[in-house]
């Protein structure tokens, strides 16, 4: 029982982990194409995203 539980701790683990670097990442690709957008002052899907998910 322990180690059924441990193991499935352990996997959960890994999926959040790779979860939150994959979301990081997409982040911060979403941070630099829309700062780049509002950089040349154009007002594409990747600025509104930045601005709406900025937390």
Same mark, same amino acid.
């Given at each position: *029982? ?12 890994? $999926?959040?982990?790779? $979860?939150?670097?994959? $979301?990081? =990442?997409? @982040?911060?690709?979403?941070?630099? =194409?829309? $700062? *780049?957008?509002?950089? @040349?002052?154009?007002? +594409?899907? +990747?600025? *509104? ?7």
């Amino acid at each position: *029982m322990a180690a059924c539980l441990a193991r499935q701790f352990s996997q959960l683990a890994g $999926w959040l982990a790779g $979860w939150l670097v994959g $979301w990081s =990442t997409g @982040r911060l690709a979403d941070e630099q =194409t829309g $700062w *780049m957008a509002i950089a @040349r002052g154009g007002h +594409n899907d +990747n600025e *509104m995203k930045f601005h709406t998910f900025a937390f």
